[in-house]
């Protein structure tokens, strides 16, 4: 069973960090780019960043660039996140794609105080 298991998120007042991992599990993501969503309340989820298979190549959405750093180790992909905001707040998601698939977790809470 594949499955992809994030955690690390929580309460933070703004301009403090926190590192989220996902974990993945049921079969070799090492072909997959992996990537990081959000949901906020009422809103739909967007893309956050995203790391390719070779972890060479990264792609973050404008509003987190140079805040936010996504790596990989293995099959456990990070998001370190700086100065948080609190538009930050949402339900982050960690996502591996390939050409013929994805994947989703469950998801981990961030919120951040003003």
């Known amino acids: 069973q594949v499955q992809l298991i994030e955690s690390g998120g929580g309460l933070v007042q703004a301009g403090g960090s926190l590192r989220l991992s996902c974990a993945a599990s049921?079969?070799?993501?090492?072909?997959?780019?992996m990537g990081w969503y959000r949901q906020a309340p009422g809103k739909e989820r967007e893309f956050v960043a995203q790391?390719?298979?070779?972890?060479?190549s990264t792609t973050y959405i404008d509003s987190v660039k140079g805040r936010f750093t996504i790596s990989r180790n293995n099959a456990i992909v990070y998001l370190q996140m700086n100065n948080l905001k609190p538009e930050d707040t949402a339900i982050y998601y960690c996502n591996a794609a390939s050409s013929l698939t994805n994947y989703w977790g469950q998801g981990t809470q961030v919120t951040v105080s003003s």
């Open positions: 790391i390719d298979w070779s972890g060479g």
């Open positions: 049921g079969r070799t993501f090492k072909w997959y780019d």
